[in-house]
């Protein structure tokens, strides 16, 4: 597969020295949105720190503006991670819209310019879980794709080793259907980037399929398919995630893709019974890099939870190396901090 390519000489992309480059480990650490258990989701602090922690990628969703430029955010939706609802000039874009099923109101990036979106400010999505968070509350705006990858470039020449993208095209069918297609415009900006290889620091992920076999054609950047436990893909291209996980289902997923980014829970259901998909999709040539790891007792697996307050955190760097143990490739995590750690001791463990 092209992965071992991508992890392992990924530093001519950034038109430097390969040999100025520390290349990436055989497990990789994703930044999931940055930080974002120790800052506000999506934003340039949030990856600055995962950087910082010593993470090989960092992770954001991408969607459009009116104005067809990606920038970061989980959702669409931004009512929740900025402070729109204080902004009375915009008070006529909240709306209610339907999107992948689901019917949401408030204010969203499609109906906003992104000289509009740079005057709001970000905000913590979860201050109950994550109260430490709201203290940078209004400090960072929504970055833009071109903001991340030169983050990215620039901490890696400095630092001397690997940084990478991971980015996530959200809702594509959606936004395929209002005239403001994701594949092209992210395809375009990797390729004005130099990565356009299969040797990029890049993957581009997606919980739809018909997307990633269309970004099959249009680059060599490694794909990853997103699966849940549970529902399937927003456009029906299989009638669920879990067909997908089948061995017939991941046969289909290597045509197209280098790997996939399965729940938790379906490498290790919640009572700690592990499931055969690490066997069946390295059977077939697939990676994978399961998302989430939280350290939070609301996310983590109950084996691994401390007292009863869900904001508390638990043991997540057992939890991590349980995975580990198991033999994913990589993983997402909000925490750095104790997955950079915990993938380091294990490597040191078993052999880099």
């Not at 979860?126 to 968070?133: A, E, F, I, T, Y």
């Not at 020449?157 to 594949?183: C, D, M, N, Q, W």
């Not at 109950?302 to 638990?314: N, V």
């Amino acid at each position: 597969m092209l992965l071992a390519a991508a992890l392992l000489a990924p530093a001519t992309a950034f038109g430097q020295d390969r040999t100025m480059q520390k290349p990436m480990p055989r497990i990789v650490v994703i930044g999931h949105r940055g930080a974002s258990g120790e800052r506000p989701e999506h934003t340039l602090l949030s990856y600055q720190r995962a950087i910082d922690l010593g993470a090989d990628f960092i992770e954001p969703d991408l969607v459009p503006t009116k104005d067809g430029e990606l920038v970061a955010r989980h959702e669409n939706a931004i009512t929740d991670t900025t402070d729109v609802a204080a902004h009375p000039e915009f008070a006529d874009r909240k709306t209610t819209k339907t999107i992948d099923g689901q019917t949401i109101t408030g204010w969203f990036t499609e109906d906003f310019t992104l000289a509009e979106l740079k005057t709001l400010r970000a905000k913590e999505r979860l201050p109950k879980l994550r109260p430490g968070n709201t203290a940078y509350d209004g400090q960072a705006t929504i970055p833009t794709l071109d903001e991340i990858i030169a983050l990215a470039k620039k901490e890696s020449a400095r630092l001397h080793r690997v940084i990478g993208i991971y980015p996530e095209t959200k809702h594509p069918s959606y936004f395929a259907s209002i005239g403001l297609p994701l594949e092209g415009r992210l395809v375009a900006k990797l390729k004005a980037a130099g990565w356009d290889r299969a040797d990029a620091p890049v993957f581009i992920q997606s919980f739809e399929v018909n997307n990633l076999k269309q970004l099959h054609a249009m680059t060599k950047v490694p794909l990853i398919q997103l699966m849940a436990g549970s529902q399937g893909p927003a456009d029906h291209a299989y009638a669920s995630y879990r067909e997908m996980a089948t061995p017939e289902g991941l046969k289909a997923i290597a045509a197209y893709a280098t790997g996939i980014g399965p729940e938790l829970t379906q490498i290790i259901a919640t009572d700690g019974t592990p499931s055969t998909l690490v066997a069946d999709a390295h059977a077939v040539g697939l990676k994978l890099h399961p998302w989430t790891f939280r350290a939070e007792n609301y996310f983590l697996m109950p084996a691994y939870r401390t007292g009863t307050d869900p904001a508390t955190h638990g043991r997540l760097a057992e939890e991590i190396d349980t995975f580990l143990k198991a033999g994913i490739d990589g993983f997402f995590t909000d925490f750095p901090s104790i997955g950079v750690p915990a993938r380091d001791s294990f490597l040191k463990t078993n052999g880099n």
